[in-house]
Structures are given as C-alpha cells and as structure tokens.
C-alpha cells in the first residue's frame, strides 16, 4: 500500500515535470528569435534538449530508488506523449510503433550527446556542434544566435543543478527564462 502510494506521487511528478519541459520547449523565443524550426520536428527537438538535461541532472546525482522511478517514468510519459500526438495527426495504427521506434533512437542519441556536452570541461563549446546537429539540423544559425542558445543551455545546466533530487519529486523543477 504505501509503495503504490509512492509510486503513484512519483507518477504524479513526472507528469508535473514534463508539463513544465514542454511548457519551456514551447516559449516563442526558440521559434520566433532563435530560429528554431516551428514544426513537429523543432517543438520535438526542443522537448527533448529540456528533457536530456533534467534527467543528466537526476543521473548525475547519486541515484536512489525514488530517482530512477522519477526518470523512468518521465520517459513513459513523453513516449506516451507522442504516441497520442502521432495518432492525433492522423498517423495510421501500423505506422505508430514505427514512428516512435524512431523517436526512441533519435531520443537515446541526443541524451547521450548532451550528456557527454555537460560533462565537457568547456561545456558551452561543447554544446554547440550538438545544438546544430540536433536543434538546427545542420543548418548553421547566426553565430549570435548559436552563441545565445548555448549560453541559455548553459544557464539551464547550471540551474538545474541547484535543484535537489526532492524539488524535482516535490515541488518540479524551475527553469531560467528565455532570453
């Protein structure tokens, strides 16, 4: 009784954490000043780039029980997400599983690769070659442009760390705003 008690308040928190990564995924900053692509692919890469650093934060950490709980069903919650999205636009039963087959893949790989920039020990050079891989699909941005999305990831890797493995379960998590 009271493990499913827990589970379902870690349930509940990864809910509450994916509303607010795909509420800052969807600021029209990215889209509008930064040049993000608005489309399926951008809002997808963009919820993605939020969600690989909130659960490189919660890796980072030593992890309990509670932690890897919290990830596992973030990650339940996003793909679940997407299916549903899939199907809303139309996308045909036998393709669903496909589609997110290949999201999967696509998310596997950016998590590594940002993991791999936040560990760097010039984290925001890191960043970059990732973000025009991932966010701009190769199509180099305007360096000033590149230069403020890697500090805003930078930012977003910083605050995040200040977060405890409780405010994450409790409370969310806060992001830096768009700027």
């Known amino acids: 009784?009271?493990?499913?008690?827990q589970n379902k308040k870690i349930k509940q928190a990864a809910y509450m954490l994916f509303t607010k990564i795909v509420s800052q995924a969807r600021m029209p900053h990215f889209y509008s000043d930064w040049g993000v692509a608005d489309t399926v692919d951008g809002r997808f890469d963009l919820i993605i780039l939020h969600l690989a650093l909130v659960v490189d934060r919660l890796e980072s950490h030593e992890e309990s029980k509670?932690?890897?709980?919290l990830i596992r069903y973030l990650q339940e919650v996003l793909f679940d997400n997407m299916?549903?999205?899939l199907r809303e636009m139309g996308v045909g039963d036998m393709s669903v599983g496909k589609k997110i087959k290949i999201m999967a893949e696509a998310y596997n790989g950016r998590l590594a690769a940002y993991a791999g920039a936040t560990r760097s020990d010039d984290m925001a050079e890191s960043f970059k070659p990732v973000l025009i891989k991932n966010i701009y699909r190769q199509?180099?941005?305007e360096q000033?442009?590149?230069d403020h999305f890697t500090s805003y990831v930078v930012r977003q890797v910083k605050c995040l760390?200040?977060?405890t493995d409780e405010d994450f379960i409790l409370t969310g998590l806060i992001f830096k705003e768009v700027r």
Do not use: G, H, N, T
């Not at 509670?66 to 709980?69: F, G, H, R, T």
């Open 1 to 5: 009784m009271i493990f499913s008690r």
């Open 66 to 69: 509670q932690v890897a709980l």
């Open 83 to 85: 299916d549903m999205s």
């Open 139 to 141: 199509q180099m941005p």
């Open 144 to 146: 000033a442009i590149l």
């Open 161 to 163: 760390e200040k977060q």
